[in-house]
């Protein structure tokens, strides 16, 4: 029964979207409840699917969508790989444990994907709501990482220590891990390297905030606070990125940085040369020294870094064969055969391939790298409009960027997963529409406004 207080943001989500509207129950109910509650506590519910908190807020915003027509939503050929990856993951689930055990990944494939990306794609660019999203974004991740520090500090997850009480035997395999002697945060993420994929998403877009003037000089409600509000949230989600201490997550963050980069250069197609002779320049002659660096075996690691990159390598030798066995509809969620001594996948294009075949793993990268290269393009051919560094196109293709190497090094869950369809919907509707990279606001709007010269409206 304490677990039916996953069903608390439903409620809250439908009666706020009855009283308002279903942007707003979706910006400050939903948002919020998936960035600060877990994702690994839900209401059980015998023979039907198990409700997170932030799939039951998702329902319920869902369901005032629809009953008001889907406002703002426009199809898109997009819309077929969310909905065919979707569809795949569920048949491949279906096939290999039959619908009891398949129903709850079904359901999370609807609304920890398929729904978040609609919202997403109807509710933030068609209504002028890019900018109190990624605020909402931001505040709520500066919020996590506040907290994050006792989990540094202490070796205690805050979240866990609140809500375990509420649902007994959930959530025990999510385990604080140390490095270097200390905690590696992961907050409501779960694990570090989750928590550090999140991070990168709120220091990006904070980092887009901050370079377009989006935030006040002064918050209201911290008048005193020396410097600008932008500049501490700005070392607020950096700080909370770096003490998740994941390094694959610091090394996606550098490489998307590169993308980002570009869009600060007047000159964008010259720095996109650039950033791309670089990548061949340095990226090959440093993936083959990689993969040597790798190929030794863990047995003849000289130390713990090279004895885990050489586990991630014996993944790939030891489970293509086995992926290979079910090419097109993989073997489902925990069905495939497991090899003594590599039983974790620290790989999610790898773990997608085994779980649910070459089928959906298809879908997965055509939104992955097909909006990657989309926003790409698409910024190369705006023109630098507003402040440097105020371009969307570009902080969503390095946030795309990073998530590419990220998830390398983890599989893609919990939070990170809708996370990743919102951005998706929001990138498809802000190509679609044709929205202006640079909305303008605060201060710099006033600043970098093109000033139209003062004409008589006659001449004598």
């Known amino acids: 029964m304490l677990s039916y207080i996953a069903l608390l943001p439903g409620i809250a989500a439908f009666l706020i979207a009855t009283r308002h509207d279903t942007q707003y129950a979706f910006l400050r109910v939903y948002l919020p409840v998936l960035l600060l509650l877990p994702d690994y506590y839900r209401c059980i519910f015998p023979g039907l699917p198990d409700p997170t908190f932030n799939q039951a807020a998702c329902v319920a915003v869902a369901a005032s969508f629809a009953m008001t027509g889907f406002p703002g939503y426009r199809f898109s050929l997009n819309d077929v790989w969310v909905f065919g990856y979707a569809l795949c993951v569920s048949i491949s ?80 395999e999510w385990v604080t891990t140390f490095r270097f002697g200390l905690a590696r945060a992961a907050g409501p993420y779960a694990h570090a390297l989750l928590g550090g994929i999140m991070m990168i998403v709120a220091f990006r877009l904070q980092r887009w905030l901050q370079w377009s003037g989006a935030w006040p000089d002064k ?22 990125l770096f003490i998740t201490l994941a390094k694959g997550s610091w090394l996606a963050a550098f490489i998307g940085a590169g993308l980002v980069a570009v869009g600060r250069s007047k000159y964008r197609r010259v720095a996109m040369a650039a950033i791309l002779s670089g990548m061949v320049i340095v990226g090959v002659p440093a993936i083959v020294a990689f993969l040597e660096y790798a190929s030794v075996g863990r047995e003849n690691a000289k130390d713990p870094n090279q004895e885990t990159a050489a586990y991630r390598y014996e993944l790939i030798e030891h489970y293509l064969d086995i992926a290979n066995q079910q090419p097109l509809w993989g073997w489902g969620l925990t069905k495939w055969p497991k090899v003594p001594g590599a039983e974790s996948i620290d790989n999610h294009f790898l773990l997608l391939l085994l779980m649910h075949g070459y089928l959906a793993s298809a879908f997965f990268l055509l939104l992955l790298l097909g909006t990657l290269a989309r926003l790409l393009i698409y910024g190369l051919r705006q023109p630098p409009t507003g402040p440097p560094g105020s371009s969307l196109s570009f902080t969503l293709a390095g946030i795309y960027l990073a998530y590419f190497v990220a998830i390398a090094t983890v599989f893609m869950g919990q939070q990170t997963m ?13 190509m679609q529409r044709r929205s202006r990279e640079w909305g303008g606001a605060g201060e710099a709007a006033r600043r970098f406004e093109v000033a139209v010269p003062f004409r008589f409206r006659r001449v004598l």
């Open 418 to 430: 809708p996370m990743f369809f919102m951005l998706t919907g929001w990138a498809e509707s802000y």
């Open 93 to 172: 689930e279906y096939r290999a444990s039959g619908y009891s055990d398949a129903q709850n990944l079904m359901f999370a494939m609807l609304f920890s994907g398929v729904v978040p990306y609609v919202l997403a794609k109807s509710l933030i660019e068609p209504f002028g709501n890019r900018l109190l999203f990624a605020k909402i974004c931001v505040l709520s991740m500066a919020a996590v990482s506040i907290l994050n520090l006792i989990e540094l500090r202490l070796g205690m997850n805050p979240w866990r220590f609140v809500f375990d009480r509420f649902f007994p035997g959930q959530g025990m």
């Open 219 to 240: 918050f209201r409600l911290l008048p005193w606070l020396p410097y600008k509000p932008a500049l501490w949230l700005s070392l607020i989600t950096a700080g909370g």
